[in-house]
């Protein structure tokens, strides 16, 4: 047997929907992670983004295990001196809940310029409304 790679053009990228009501945050971005870089297909190549486009809804409701929602800290560095900042996860909600969901799928998937370009076929909104619907996306329905 002869193994195949994927070439540009002879895979077809699908658009997923999934509603982020009641669904728990990591195992949630942990699915998201695996459609953005196409693993759940059997032409997965590593080294070719055959991920497929993922629209989340609900994202304002999504869900959290024990005490995250006060405990979980978010840090960044601004680059001055001393610009350590820290944010927490409950702060973050009231902000910017997409965020949220953006920054723990994008810590799972590979830190290269491929993950950027696989980051940027995610479509994330707090409501339950997106402008997506041309693309016709499949809705994925939460496991059991």
């Known amino acids: 047997m002869k193994t195949s790679w994927a070439t540009p053009g002879t895979y077809e990228q699908k658009w997923y929907l999934i509603d982020a ?5 990591g195992r949630m971005a942990s699915r998201i992670a695996m459609m953005l870089m196409g693993k759940h297909k059997p032409i997965y190549t590593p080294f070719i983004d055959t991920g497929d486009f993922v629209v989340v809804v609900n ?18 560095h601004t ?13 973050y909600l009231e902000k910017d809940p997409e965020e949220v969901v953006r920054l723990a799928v994008r810590r799972m998937l590979p830190k290269t310029k ?31």
């Open 59 to 76: 994202a304002a409701k999504v869900r959290y295990t024990g005490t995250k929602a006060r405990s979980k800290k978010y840090n960044w």
């Open 114 to 144: 491929m993950g950027r370009q696989m980051l940027s076929k995610l479509k994330i909104y707090a409501g339950g409304e997106h402008p997506h619907a041309a693309q016709k996306p499949v809705n994925i329905e939460k496991e059991a």
């Open 21 to 25: 009501q009641d669904y728990v945050l």
């Open 79 to 91: 680059g001055y001196l001393g610009g350590l900042k820290e944010r927490s996860l409950s702060e």
